[in-house]
């Protein structure tokens, strides 16, 4: 899905962003229908201009993700307070973040990842009747 070389317009008097979004959302077939329907590039939508894109060139705490880092650790006690505004932050200013020392053992968090990559992986009617519970 690579566009190298090419000039890609997100705006202009004859694009409507709204407008594809809503008709994108519409076929509930989401990203995993655009690769099944062998799409080459992506779509304009997706798309923001540099200016709009957050700076990922910080490493924080050395992890080599450049996402927050919730540590769990203390939510019993006085930690709480903190854990609950880093969660906070984190979902405001970045959508997703990383919890550390959350006590779920390694095989429950595998499982679930295998269950969420085999949904994903299901025909799109299927996901819809799931979506639409």
Not at 18 to 42: C, H, M, N, P
Not at 54 to 66: A, H, I, Q, V
Not at 77 to 96: F, K, L, P, T
Request: net charge negative.
């Amino acid at each position: 899905m690579s566009n190298h070389g090419e000039s890609i317009t997100c705006s202009g008097p004859h694009y409507n962003r709204v407008k594809e979004l809503q008709a994108f959302d519409k076929t509930k077939a989401r990203v995993k229908g655009l690769v099944d329907s062998g799409a080459t590039k992506i779509p304009r939508i997706f798309i923001h201009p540099p200016e709009n894109l957050p700076d990922l060139s910080n490493d924080t705490e050395g992890t080599g993700l450049p996402l927050p880092i919730i540590y769990l650790r203390g939510y019993r006690d006085s930690g709480r307070g903190g854990i609950i505004d880093g969660v906070r932050e984190a979902s405001r200013e970045w959508g997703i973040f990383h919890l550390i020392n959350h006590g779920i053992p390694l095989d429950v968090t595998d499982n679930m990842l295998e269950g969420v990559k085999k949904f994903h992986e299901q025909q799109v009617e299927v996901k819809n009747c799931t979506l639409e519970m």
